[in-house]
């Protein structure tokens, strides 16, 4: 129960990215670990989001690759084929996570959320409510405010999910 509930760290994220398709809400990205069981939640909630939302976000999956292993060890996992079902998704291997690192991302199940109008970040954190958990959650609410008022009064969330890069183990 203990590990279910703590997060993991908090993203340091930047502030603005340049600006992203104008035709959307915002530009959501997601940062994955694709051997963590607990990201499996995640997929199944951003599922969730996308629906609601009715595609009116651009969407980028990251899923982190040592380049020590070949692509497949992302592109075989369930997470990357259940990613890849998602409507309007765009999936990337993310070598030795240099793009998490760029963004801050420590966590698997780390999402930041910019507005598309100005680049401007408006979500920083998970959206599911502990590791593996289905359900609402703060940061769903987070996202679709977003979405539909362009506003949110939830800037940020926690994020329960595994350590993303080299030194991941299956929890016990």
Not at 109 to 132: A, E, P, V
Not at 152 to 159: D, F, K, L, M, P
Request: aromatic share 8%; net charge neutral; charged share 20%.
């Amino acid at each position: 129960m203990r590990y279910e509930l703590t997060p993991g760290q908090e993203a340091q994220a930047p502030l603005h990215i340049a600006q992203t398709n104008l035709n959307t809400a915002g530009s959501l990205v997601l940062f994955v670990h694709p051997k963590c069981p607990c990201t499996r939640a995640t997929i199944a909630e951003l599922a969730r989001i996308l629906r609601t939302t009715k595609n009116k976000l651009c969407t980028t999956i990251y899923f982190y690759c040592p380049s020590r292993e070949p692509n497949t060890w992302c592109t075989d996992s369930n997470l990357w084929n259940e990613s890849k079902l998602l409507p309007g998704v765009t999936t990337k291997i993310d070598w030795d996570g240099k793009s998490a690192r760029s963004f801050g991302a420590h966590c698997s199940g780390q999402i930041l959320l910019y507005r598309s109008s100005d680049g401007k970040l408006m979500f920083s954190g998970g959206i599911t409510s502990g590791r593996g958990h289905e359900g609402d959650s703060a940061g769903q609410d987070a996202i679709i405010e977003f979405v539909n008022t362009g506003k949110s009064s939830i800037s940020s969330t926690q994020v329960f999910g595994c350590s993303i890069g080299d030194e991941w183990t299956a929890p016990t």
